[in-house]
Nanobody, 122 residues
Framework: QLQASGGGSVQAGDSLRLSCAAS????????MAWFRQAPGKEYEFVAG????????GYADSVKGRFTISRDRIKNMVYLQMNSLRPEDTARYLC?????????????????WGQGTLVTVSS
């Protein structure tokens, strides 16, 4: 129900745009978010957007570099990642919230995609 794409291997300073294709039934009235998991580490909230796309939130580590957006007509969620750093290397997963908002906690999200791998080399 959630299909993430757009990952790849890039150099530090480069940009990537991740996409998440969702079913309308899963996400039309739900907050959406991107999480990431680096090897050997816990899931980390990256960015979230509310159901209508007017409110967003970001982890401090990505503020000013990443931008989340959604297209409710196309049922897509995007993560524009600029000025990538090696520490951004992780598998990025999109998730749909149980509510119109979302928040930063994994427990707030009940639908998850399989993720897409982002590798940033120095």
């Amino acid at each position: 129900q959630l299909q993430a794409s757009g990952g790849g291997s890039v150099q530090a300073g480069d940009s990537l745009r991740l996409s998440c294709a969702a079913s309308k039934r899963t996400t039309s009235n739900n907050g959406m978010a991107w999480f990431r998991q680096a090897p050997g580490k816990e899931y980390e909230f990256v960015a979230g957007v509310n159901w209508i796309g007017e409110a967003t939130g970001y982890a401090d580590s990505v503020k000013g570099r990443f931008t989340i957006s959604r297209d409710r007509i196309k049922n897509m969620v995007y993560l524009q990642m600029n000025s990538l750093r090696p520490e951004d290397t992780a598998r990025y997963l999109c998730a749909a919230s149980r509510s119109a908002g979302g928040g930063t906690s994994r427990s707030s999200y009940n639908y998850w995609g399989q993720g897409t791998l982002v590798t940033v080399s120095s």
